[in-house]
């Protein structure tokens, strides 16, 4: 199942890290929430293929460590999406659907 692109709507933020927001539920290390909001990563559905970290032209993305996670030991992290510029090749490449960018979404 991809990213809720109406998680904003739908999830509240129940922490922050890094600068970004990050909207619940979480229940480490089972559950993580999804992590930024103008570049919003479903940590849940991650697996951390690492395409988003390899295409992105102005390197928003950094690992993070999710140990006890079911789908993967690293994510990607939004640390950057203060500097996104909405060209949208992480959204494509991500072969999961965990990304999803709106330019007029901003913590
Ligand atoms: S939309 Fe483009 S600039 Fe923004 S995070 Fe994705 S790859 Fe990077």
Not at 58 to 81: C, L, M, Q, R, Y
Request: charged share 25%.
């Amino acid at each position: 199942m991809p990213i809720d692109p109406q998680f904003h709507e739908n999830r509240e933020v129940v922490d922050t890290r890094e600068g970004y927001n990050i909207w619940g539920p979480v229940d480490e290390p089972e559950v993580l929430g999804i992590h930024g909001t103008h570049v919003a990563v479903d940590f849940d559905i991650c697996l951390a293929d690492g395409a988003c970290l390899e295409d992105c032209p102005v390197d928003v993305f950094e690992w993070v460590d999710s140990p006890g996670h079911p789908e993967s030991e690293i994510k990607a992290a939004p640390t950057n999406e203060a500097q996104c510029i909405d060209c949208m090749l992480c959204v494509d490449v991500c072969p999961v659907d965990a990304i999803d960018v709106d330019a007029g979404r901003t913590a």
